[in-house]
Every structure is written in structure tokens, then in C-alpha cells.
């Protein structure tokens, strides 16, 4: 399923307001936490509502809630192993794409990361019109972990005097929209951005999957 590219662009902005909720707690250099409480409330319900939709309707909503939150939890405490270095490090280099850079690398980090998002988006929309809740599962948890990834650079970012609003002119860029829809439209570079994308996922989803597998769920694809 092909996005335009300002829609793609709009879609990857939209996971991380889903995950604020209402609406994006101010920045600031003294904050204790990167996910606060109501952050990881809302990606925890952004998550049930995304596995929601691989099955039955009438799935007991609290349980599947539940679910996520413990989902959540243990993408966090991996990216909490990872720290903010680590965030910023792992992020895919893509040396063959023409990726807007950032003059500030958590920034630069954010934009890097959201590309693996708008594969994983693509995934997850193309096995939903495909019926496919299992090749679903895995894309489903994989945004949930790639969009915690991308908050937790929020804190050095804010560190450095970064505002909001530079995080959404960023990743809402002509310079995006345009490689978004270049991935989009060529298997060799949706091949070349999973190569990349795809060792850190597995990396980020490894605890995740460990507890669904613990709770006889059927593991992503």
C-alpha cells in the first residue's frame, strides 16, 4: 500500500503524537523521566488499538490493554539498557539513501529511526488489506518499539535546547517527504532500509516476543 508522500510524512508525525496523547509534554533538560506515566499510557493504547485490529472485535479490550502495557514495559527497559548513546549510535546509517541530516545527532538520530518506522507502517498496513494478522504482529510491535526509541531521544535533544517543533518540521520535511516516497516506490531501497532496520528491530522485539511466547501467543513473523 503506497502512501503519498506527505501522508507518509504525516502518518510517521502522527505515531509519535498517538504515543504523547492529547497532547506532547513540554521538553525540558530537567526531566527525571523520558516516558512519563501518560507517554506510556498512550503507546500502550496505541499498541492495543494496532492489535486490536489483527483479530477478533470482541477480544476482551481490558485484557489486550493489559497486554500491551506489559509490551511497552519491556521495550522501555530495553531501551533504557540501550541509554541515550546507544539510541543515537544504533540508528541505521543508511550511507546509500539520501537522508536529510539534523545538526544536532539526536535530531539527526529521530529522522533515521523513523525511516525503519515508515517500513514497518507499510508492513503492517500491506498484511492488514492481506488479512494476514500474523505478518501484521511483527510490524505492529515493531512501531511501538521504533516510536519508543524515537522519544527517548527527545531527552538529549531537549538537553541541547531543542524545541518541539523542530522534531515535526524535521521528520515533515520536503527533504523526507521526497525519500519517503522514493523507498516507497522502489523495492531496492525497501530492501536496503530493512537490511538496515530489520537486526535492530529483531534487537528491540527480542524481550517483547520472549513474554508472548511465555503467554502462548503466536510469534511475529
Keep these: ?26 521538553l ?35 485484557a489486550l490493554l493489559a497486554g500491551a502495557r506489559e509490551l511497552i514495559r519491556s521495550m522501555r527497559d530495553g531501551i533504557d539498557a540501550w541509554g541515550a548513546d546507544g539510541a543515537i549510535t544504533k540508528a541505521p546509517a543508511f550511507a546509500e539513501l539520501a537522508v536529510p541530516g539534523a545538526d544536532r545527532a539526536p535530531l539527526d538520530a529521530m529522522g533515521r529511526w523513523s525511516i525503519c ?31 519508543l ?22 521528520l515533515t520535511s520536503a527533504g523526507f517527504e521526497t525519500l519517503l516516497a522514493a523507498i516507497q516506490t522502489s523495492p531496492a531501497l525497501r530492501a536496503r532500509v530493512r537490511s538496515g532496520c530489520d537486526p535492530l ?12 511466547r511465555a503467554q502462548g501467543t503466536h510469534e511475529a513473523r
Excluded at 122 to 130: G, N
Excluded at 201 to 212: D, G
Design 149 to 170: 526509541v524515537v522519544l527517548r531521544l527527545r531527552e538529549p535533544f531537549a538537553a541541547a535546547g531543542g524545541q518541539q517543533t523542530e522534531i515535526e518540521t524535521h
Design 28 to 62: 525540558r533538560a530537567q526531566e527525571v523521566s523520558w516516558l512519563p506515566p501518560p507517554v506510556e499510557e498512550g503507546a500502550a493504547q496505541q499498541l492495543a488499538d494496532r492489535l486490536l485490529a489483527l483479530g477478533d472485535p470482541a477480544s476482551d479490550t481490558d
Design 1 to 26: 500500500m503506497n502512501r503519498s508522500p506527505a501522508t507518509a510524512a504525516k502518518a510517521l508525525a502522527l505515531l509519535l503524537a498517538a504515543s504523547w496523547g492529547a497532547a506532547p509534554p513540554p
Design 117 to 147: 518506522n515508515l517500513d514497518l507502517l507499510l508492513r503492517y498496513d500491506d498484511a492488514l488489506r492481506a488479512g494476514d494478522g500474523g505478518a501484521a504482529l511483527g510490524p505492529a510491535l515493531g512501531l511501538s518499539a521504533v516510536t
Design 201 to 212: 528491530v529483531r534487537e528491540l522485539l527480542a524481550a517483547p516476543i520472549a513474554y508472548l
